[in-house]
């Protein structure tokens, strides 16, 4: 009998809270709410189910954000409506399709995670909480219960580096600009991009406090960040702190790292913990990643770290688990061997591509994690870039594979999105918050058919045949190609004479024809007038057009660059002015979609300022990242430079562009003077002095020498306007690239 009431009293509990689907329904599309019912069921099971109420279509679920699960696999899969980044709004039918049979859907992967820590910086430094809303609502709607919620850690920093004797221009030299927080939280530098005024400490502490409301209206349990030892660098000579040397990463100088023995640790981890749960209240998850893209150092003791950090949080809350990215050597065997069973959650970023065990991967432990819990995560994105990109055979393969035969199956507890960059690539998104639901291995043509009719709320063929062509080449990287995320573009790349990636450790290798995104392309613009107004359709529409012209712009180079090797003036001088023009076509086509425009990230970043001293110092941080990613030697020796690239209108035309019409007239300067009498060369005048050896080298081709920080700093110093409004047609654009590559 006990049993029986506590069960109608949990079950009242949760009915007698708001529901927040009617207000994810009213946002959605005004008026939708009343055309939905929805139950909530007390379930150790997690489940959605949808059936037929009257004229009404009713989903039960056992938590608010499996019914709003369930929601979108109504609209998508009976309505034809697909809600994602690029269209969160829609029009729901008068009269809903009905639902012949009642459709349950259970899953045993009760966790569902969200966010990498980068993804706060690459995509979301500058939202406001209208921004924030949104997200949280395409979190549920996707099935997200664990979510990363670091907006506002750096307040809790202030007020303790306060109270441990910081003052307020020595806190502004530690915790970094809004651009970079993410790596200041990953203990990976200090400092840069700051100091933060007041103004936004005190706005990000009222954003993290309505962003954790309505997660929790949800049911959602968000994951707040946790101490790990990190300190200010100086930390030794101002506090007297046992630390060890946190050294640097890509040249920033990083945080010092507490000893877990200093008598001091627990006095200061308690008193970080007292003002994160003062400011944002307990959590039942803290996320900790303590010697994050480290070497081994031999005067740490991890395993005394490790202890440290788990009995700090304990004291916080005896319940609260661990959560820690799985990344590189992370976390180190030796901090977690001694951890029990439900204290540790590793959320294994990079399961799609090389997880950490049950596939062969280059990070790959015998023993996996052990006796620890974990989440298979999808990365897909890189530094936010944008471009076409996916592993669709291998995240499907992986999962089940992981799922169905691991001998640490019983360890997996969920899934994770853990890209460092949102708001690209829908459609594997969309697929990864399917798996959860869907038992048994699936072909994924099937699952591309329907999700070309969801998309578009058609069934078209030259859709269909568009989507199939990229499932099968762009968006079908395989196993062992370890790329990051999207195939980069040739248009966001520091000039030179052997162009290939972009970034420094991108790690990309070609997989596909480049005259299937141009095929794909073509069969989306021959459909294209039929689908005018449909928001997804123009969104790929664009997106599509703008990755077929990236690799047609990659040939063009390479014909460029041919005609310089063999000296061939009059069609370098067509060739290189052909490709200048499609960085400038470019950026007329992207400039069609808000999204695609630099204005929607320089404009969010200066309406977060209250004075033109705050909004100039956003922005600044909004440019560094996505171009130099900061100063001369972090971007030339750290390596770090275009890390962020943005295939964006705006910063083709005025960065991208300025960098390669530089070195085309440098090249052909450079034809030109080999015409000229050069008796330097031969060892006269300035080289008079230099050996055969060093002429010989001198006649090698090297190309232009270019200083190329010295051209991008100035820009990231500019403030001229950029516009995040769309101009021009989607469609008529694309049609002109389309005429342009005939």
Request: aromatic letters at 12%; proline letters at 4%.
């Amino acid at each position: 009998m006990k049993h029986i009431l506590l069960s109608i009293f949990l079950l009242c509990s949760l009915v007698s809270k708001a529901n927040p689907i009617q207000g994810l329904l009213e946002r959605i599309d005004k008026g939708a709410g009343d055309k939905f019912e929805t139950e909530l069921v007390n379930s150790k099971k997690d489940f959605f189910e949808l059936s037929q109420d009257k004229d009404k279509i009713l989903i039960k679920g056992n938590s608010w954000v499996n019914i709003a699960s369930g929601l979108n696999w109504y609209l998508k899969y009976y309505a034809g409506i697909q809600l994602t980044w690029n269209n969160m709004k829609a029009k729901i039918p008068a009269k809903l399709p009905k639902i012949a049979k009642v459709e349950r859907h259970e899953t045993d992967l009760k966790l569902r995670y969200d966010f990498n820590y980068c993804t706060f910086s690459y995509s979301m430094a500058f939202w406001d909480w209208q921004r924030w809303q949104t997200e949280i609502d395409w979190m549920a709607l996707h099935g997200v219960n664990l979510p990363l919620a670091i907006v506002g850690e750096e307040v809790v920093w202030r007020n303790m580096l306060l109270k441990l004797g910081y003052n307020k221009e020595e806190i502004g030299k530690f915790i970094a600009g809004p651009a970079f927080l993410a790596w200041w939280e990953m203990n990976n530098l200090e400092g840069w991009g700051g100091p933060l005024p007041d103004s936004w400490y005190n706005a990000q502490e009222a954003l993290q406090k309505k962003i954790l409301k309505r997660m929790n209206e949800y049911g959602m349990q968000p994951v707040l960040p946790g101490f790990c030892g990190m300190m200010p660098h100086d930390a030794k000579t101002k506090l007297g702190l046992n630390v060890t040397d946190g050294g640097t990463w890509n040249g920033y100088t990083r945080p010092a790292n507490l000893s877990p023995t200093d008598k001091h640790f627990d006095r200061i981890a308690d008193l970080y913990y007292k003002e994160l749960t003062k400011l944002y209240g307990k959590a039942n998850y803290y996320s900790m990643d303590p010697f994050h893209e480290t070497n081994d150092d031999a005067s740490i003791d991890y395993a005394k770290a490790g202890k440290a950090v788990m009995d700090a949080m304990k004291r916080t809350n005896e319940k609260a688990t661990w959560v820690i990215q799985g990344w590189t050597e992370n976390p180190r065997q030796q901090m977690i061997a001694d951890m029990k069973n439900g204290d540790l959650l590793i959320a294994d970023l990079f399961s799609e591509c090389r997880p950490m065990f049950g596939i062969p991967s280059i990070w790959k432990r015998d023993k996996g994690y052990e006796q620890h819990n974990w989440l298979f995560c999808m990365l897909e994105n890189f530094g936010a870039n944008v471009g076409l990109h996916g592993r669709m055979d291998q995240l499907i393969n992986n999962f089940y594979a992981t799922k169905e035969v691991s001998p640490n199956t019983e360890h997996i507890k969920g899934i994770g999105f853990t890209m460092e960059g949102s708001e690209n690539n829908p459609v594997m998104f969309e697929l990864m918050s399917e798996l959860p639901w869907r038992p048994e291995k699936f072909k994924k043509e099937d699952w591309i058919r329907n999700y070309v009719k969801a998309r578009y709320s058609s069934d078209d063929a030259n859709l269909q045949k568009a989507w199939s062509i990229l499932s099968e080449t762009i968006y079908n990287c395989p196993a062992g190609n370890n790329q990051q995320g999207p195939h980069e573009s040739i248009f966001c790349g520091r000039p030179g004479l052997n162009n290939f990636q972009v970034k420094s450790w991108s790690k990309m290798r070609n997989y596909y024809d480049p005259a299937s995104t141009l095929e794909a392309a073509r069969l989306m613009v021959s459909v294209a007038d039929k689908f005018k107004g449909n928001n997804n359709f123009e969104y790929d529409l664009v997106d599509i057009c703008r990755q077929a012209l990236a690799d047609q712009g990659r040939l063009q180079y390479l014909k460029t660059i041919a005609d310089y090797n063999g000296f061939s003036i009059a069609q370098f001088n067509k060739d290189s002015k052909r490709f200048l023009n499609m960085i400038l076509l470019q950026d007329k086509l992207l400039a069609t979609r808000s999204e695609f425009r630099l204005g929607h990230w320089t404009e969010a970043a200066r309406n977060l300022g209250h004075t033109n001293a705050e909004k100039d110092l956003y922005e600044w941080n909004a440019r560094v990242q996505i171009t130099t990613w900061g100063n001369r030697i972090c971007a030339d020796k750290g390596g770090l430079r275009d890390y962020a690239n943005k295939e964006w209108e705006g910063l083709l035309k005025d960065f991208y562009y300025k960098r390669w019409n530089i070195y085309m007239d440098a090249l052909a300067k450079q034809m030109k003077q080999n015409q000229q009498p050069d008796e330097d060369a031969l060892g006269a005048g300035k080289n008079a002095t230099k050996t055969s050896s060093e002429l010989f080298a001198m006649a090698m081709p090297t190309g232009p020498q270019i200083d190329w920080y010295a051209i991008e700093e100035p820009w990231t110093l500019e403030h001229n306007e950029y516009s995040a409004k769309p101009e021009g047609n989607a469609i008529e654009m694309a049609k002109e690239v389309i005429e342009f590559l005939k």
